[in-house]
């Protein structure tokens, strides 16, 4: 798959930007981060909606972004530079309840991410950027996942092929089992589980952050990391032995600590990255520190970033939402297109990459 779609109108890469759910914040986000005349000048955005929809939630939003240009196109090979495009992927007259889950607000947000990513699959974009959707109203026959990250896994990986990543500049944040109830937990804490996802952040953090050695700090399941047995074993019958075995592999990977004090004493600073065993051990601390951090789908050759946030109906067309998590969603696609391209060069290269170790001796 070209990661640089070249048109008849753009060389910049292309970003795919879904609009999430009309009834919630994506637009507002993405309105706002888009109207920034840099963006642009970097990239060739276009949003996968609807513009009548979208021009009602401009109304909505401060006075000088009213005027705000969108380049209506029927198709992303009609994408121009130097505008923020638009292609209507569902119907103008989708009754709209700002603030509230609705059935039709769950088929408008699918229609959108699946002709992004049906163009993503084509080699059309560069990358995808996604507003958030309702895991709930978004349910049918087309999408029966619990989120983006394993429909896109569905698209383009296999199961268990992908990792859901946060990153911010205070840390980044794994999990060995997204979207899960806290009573299936346990089913998916199993050695080979906890050592595939340790495979790919340990790749994640060498190709897409060009981190050579990445030191991996891992939690333990139970509180106090068990107590020796006390409170519970999987640290002792699964999680260690997953480590032993995967620093076998050259993983450089530590623990289980204990969630609590590892976060509450900072030891999180000392570690390239941090896996947790489930999504609110990881998502809480690291929210608590950052809300404008990156979802970031690792392990699969397509780029996928998203804010770090939901729907947010309490604010919707309140103009209150704040773009910065989108914008730092947007940035981090281009900087991972640029990366791996650098990557592809070198690997292209070897010679090249020898030199350069060579001169940092």
Not at 58 to 67: P, R, Y
Not at 182 to 195: G, N, Q, R, Y
Not at 270 to 285: E, K, R, S, T
Not at 311 to 322: H, P
Request: glycine share 6%; with cysteine; charged share 20%.
């Amino acid at each position: 798959m070209e990661n640089t779609p070249r048109t008849q109108k753009t060389a910049k890469p292309v970003i795919a930007i879904t609009s999430g759910d009309p009834n919630g914040i994506g637009y507002e986000i993405l309105l706002k981060g888009l109207f920034d005349p840099h963006i642009v000048s970097i990239c060739c955005p276009v949003i996968y909606g609807n513009l009548s929809i979208a021009k009602k939630h401009l109304s909505l939003l401060s006075e000088e972004m009213h005027n705000m240009q969108l380049n209506l196109i029927n198709s992303v090979e009609q994408a121009k530079d130097g505008k923020v495009n638009i292609i209507n992927c569902y119907p103008d007259d989708i009754p709209l309840h700002i603030g509230h889950s609705t059935q039709e607000g769950g088929k408008a947000s699918y229609l959108a991410l699946s002709k992004a990513c049906a163009d993503l699959k084509a080699g059309k974009v560069s990358t995808i950027v996604t507003a958030p959707i309702n895991k709930e109203n978004i349910q049918s026959e087309d999408f029966q996942y619990s989120g983006h990250t394993e429909y896109l896994t569905a698209l383009f990986g296999k199961e268990h092929e992908s990792l859901m990543m946060m990153v911010s500049d205070q840390m980044r944040v794994a999990l060995v089992c997204n979207h899960v109830a806290i009573s299936k937990v346990p089913l998916f804490i199993t050695e080979a589980h906890i050592i595939k996802k340790l495979t790919i952040l340990n790749q994640t953090l060498q190709n897409d952050f060009t981190i050579r050695k990445p030191r991996i700090a891992v939690l333990a399941l139970n509180p106090h990391a068990g107590d020796n047995g006390l409170i519970g074993t999987e640290e002792k019958e699964i999680i260690i032995p997953a480590l032993e075995k995967a620093k076998e592999k050259g993983i450089w990977a530590f623990g289980p600590y204990s969630a609590d004090g590892f976060f509450g004493s900072g030891k999180y600073k000392h570690f390239d990255a941090v896996l947790a065993m489930y999504h609110d051990q990881g998502l809480i601390p690291f929210k608590s520190l950052d809300m404008n951090g990156v979802n970031y789908t690792a392990g699969l050759d397509i780029i996928r970033t998203s804010p770090d946030h939901g729907t947010a109906y309490d604010l919707a067309g309140k103009n209150q939402a704040d773009a910065t998590s989108f914008l730092h969603a947007l940035y981090m696609s281009i900087d991972l297109l640029k990366t791996r391209a650098s990557n592809h060069e070198l690997l292209k290269n070897p010679l090249q990459s020898r030199n350069n170790d060579k001169t940092a001796e």
